[in-house]
């Protein structure tokens, strides 16, 4: 079983910054691909950056140039840095881990962006 509890969300004013960290459990972190997804309220679960166990990325179109998503296998700890933050950007932020087709998610952070 897989644990993935993110920290870091927040208030942020638009044009601001915040960066995200989801702590997992377990000694297999290093195999996993991870990620994070976000959902606005009335709206579904899309994907916002991911990166591989061999640490290739991908991101959202909406994001990118703007999001980093990092990985620090040492401390099991995946990372998103959010720059340039939108009010489009407010969601809850959810952790995502693959490992050996098995999805998990954590609980999940609120991010609002606001003036």
């Known amino acids: 079983q897989v644990q993935l509890v993110e920290s870091g969300g927040g208030l942020v004013q638009p044009g601001g910054s915040l960066s995200l960290s989801c702590a997992a459990s377990?000694?297999?972190?290093?195999?996993?691909?991870m990620g994070w997804y976000r959902q606005a309220p009335g709206k579904q679960r899309d994907m916002v950056a991911i990166?591989?166990?061999?640490?290739?990325?991908n991101y959202a179109d909406s994001v990118k140039g703007r999001f980093t998503i990092s990985r620090d296998n040492a401390r099991n700890t995946v990372y998103l840095r959010m720059n340039s933050l939108k009010p489009e950007d407010t969601a809850v932020y959810y952790c995502?881990?693959?490992?050996?087709?098995?999805?998990?998610w954590g609980q999940g952070t609120q991010v609002t962006v606001s003036s």
């Open positions: 990166i591989t166990s061999k640490s290739s990325t």
């Open positions: 995502y881990a693959q490992i050996s087709l098995l999805n998990y």
């Open positions: 377990g000694s297999i972190f290093r195999a996993a691909d």
